[in-house]
């Protein structure tokens, strides 16, 4: 089963839901990993105080964080239940996922049925393109010069927004103008659950989609349709 937790970014309280959501999907034999290479270097040690304090409830002998995915290979994960992939700068972020060929296994272990949650770039790197990350008060830099935007395509043909907030919607729509796609728009304190080919909203607002010039509501607890 593919199962994967996409998070709008929001602070601890804002994805208590979702969060709780992962913790429930680990088994108590597995530990959880945490990458936060979407940020630069100097921020690793508030990046790792941050996350075992949201997880404490594991215990530092369940957590382990990951800043070089280079060399890496499947077995390295085996003991892992969960990946957790954080917040930063998604262009960064999906080129250096790309360039340590983490991507193969990262496949390799949503298809194993466990858990993988992304929130904020690490969200908007599972959706079909990433430059939604160049809209709202949040955009990001394509400071490595990324050429491809193509994400990894896992929530069924949608683009992922993050950080939204209704005065995006002009933006949305000139994406989907000039791309073709559709999006699903996350407020911070909102989130997803894909479960194979279904996708759940989760948290405390309602998620947006944007298709065919239109803007529909789905409410918590409610299957985008």
């Not at 996922?97 to 904020?120: A, D, H, M, P, W």
């Amino acid at each position: 089963m593919k199962q994967i937790l996409l998070s709008g970014g929001g602070n601890a309280e804002q994805s208590k839901r979702l969060d709780e959501i992962l913790v429930s999907l680990i088994s108590e034999n597995k530990k959880i990993l945490y990458i936060p290479i979407a940020w630069s270097s100097g921020v690793y040690d508030s990046c790792s105080k941050w996350f075992l304090s949201t997880f404490s409830l594991f215990g530092t002998e369940r957590i382990e964080m990951w800043t070089k995915l280079s060399k890496k290979e499947y077995n390295d994960l085996e003991q892992f239940g969960a990946i957790y992939i954080g917040g930063g700068n998604t262009f960064s972020l999906m080129n250096d996922l790309r360039k340590s060929g983490f991507i193969g296994l990262l496949k390799k272990f949503i298809e194993s049925g466990r858990v993988v949650y992304g929130g904020s770039a690490g969200a908007i790197i599972f959706g079909k393109d990433i430059r939604t990350a160049f809209y709202g008060n949040d955009s990001d830099e394509n400071l490595v010069n990324l050429a491809d935007f193509s994400g990894l395509n896992l929530v069924n043909d949608f683009s992922i927004q993050c950080h939204y907030k209704n005065n995006q919607d002009k933006e949305i729509f000139d994406f989907i103008k000039e791309t073709k796609l559709n999006v699903i728009a996350l407020h911070e304190d909102t989130g997803l659950w894909v479960l194979n080919d279904k996708i759940k909203v989760i948290g405390y607002n309602p998620a947006y989609i944007f298709r065919n010039g239109k803007k529909n509501e789905v409410k918590v607890d409610s299957f985008v349709k």
